[in-house]
Nanobody, 125 residues
C-alpha cells in the first residue's frame, strides 16, 4: 500500500498551492482520506478530510476553513488539497493519510494507519 504526495513547495504569504496524493495497493473507496500536517517538535495536526463515496462529506480544521478545499476522486485514487490565502503558520510537512477502518469519520491521527512520506509546504513572508 502506498500513498504518495506531490505538489509541495515554496509560496509567498497570500498565495495558493495545491498538494495531491495518489494511493495504490488497495482500494480506499470505503475509507476516509485526510490531510494532516506537522511541524518539528509538535504533534500531527488535522487539516481536512473527505469521506467515502467520493468525498460526500468533508471536514476542515477551524484554522483552514474558508481557505482550503479538499477533494477526492475514487475512480482515480487521488486526493487533493487546494490551499488559498496561505499564511506563514501553514508552513509544515503535509501528509496524505487513510483511515484503516471503513465508514469512520475521524480527525484523530491515531486512527489513520496509512501515511504518505509527506510533502513540504513553506509559506514565506
Amino acid at each position: 500500500v502506498q500513498l504518495v504526495e506531490s505538489g509541495g513547495g515554496l509560496v509567498q504569504v497570500g498565495g495558493s498551492l495545491t498538494v495531491s496524493c495518489t494511493t495504490s495497493g488497495r482500494s480506499f473507496s470505503r475509507n476516509t482520506l485526510a490531510w494532516f500536517r506537522q511541524v518539528p517538535g509538535k504533534r500531527s495536526e488535522f487539516v481536512a478530510l473527505a469521506t467515502w463515496r467520493g468525498g460526500a462529506n468533508t471536514d476542515y480544521a477551524d484554522s483552514v476553513k474558508g481557505r482550503f478545499i479538499i477533494s477526492r476522486d475514487s475512480a482515480k485514487n487521488t486526493l487533493q488539497l487546494e490551499m488559498h490565502d496561505l499564511k506563514s503558520e501553514d508552513t509544515a510537512v503535509y501528509y496524505c493519510c487513510a483511515d484503516n477502518q471503513e465508514f469512520r469519520l475521524s480527525t484523530d491521527p491515531d486512527n489513520y494507519a496509512y501515511w504518505g512520506r509527506g510533502t513540504q509546504v513553506t509559506v514565506s513572508m
